[in-house]
């Protein structure tokens, strides 16, 4: 069983960077992948970005290509979000979630307790 805890997000105008973070707690589990998925008001909730546990191969939406960064600390567990040059659209919930291996269609095991990110135009 695995924890997963996000921290940071919050207020930030357009043109402004936030962070975040997720970090997965608890025993007996390896993980496969992570990945940051984000819910609108009133939208379905999309994959934003992944990086694979094992060769730390990436995968970008393209509205977020150049401007998000997805990065993992393999020792801490931590997967990170650094967001630049938001946008209004930007705004959501967004939450981590965690493989714990090969899984169809990309399905996650695990999910964070999700975390506002708004962007003010």
């Known amino acids: 069983q695995a924890q997963l805890v996000q921290s940071g997000g919050g207020l930030v105008q357009a043109g402004g960077s936030l962070s975040l973070s997720c970090t997965a707690h608890?025993?007996?589990?390896?993980?496969?992948?992570m990945g940051w998925f984000r819910q609108a008001p009133g939208k379905e909730r999309e994959s934003v970005a992944a990086?694979?546990?094992?060769?730390?191969?990436?995968y970008y939406r393209d509205s977020v290509k150049g401007r998000f960064t997805i990065s993992r600390d393999n020792a801490r567990n931590t997967v990170y979000l650094q967001m630049n040059t938001l946008k209004p659209e930007d705004t959501a919930v967004y939450y981590c979630?965690?493989?714990?291996?090969?899984?169809?269609?990309?399905?996650?095991?695990?999910w964070g307790q999700g975390t506002q990110v708004t962007v003010s135009s």
């Open positions: 979630a965690a493989a714990t291996g090969v899984r169809p269609g990309g399905q996650y095991d695990y």
């Open positions: 608890g025993r007996s589990f390896a993980l496969y992948r």
């Open positions: 990086i694979s546990w094992t060769d730390g191969s990436t």
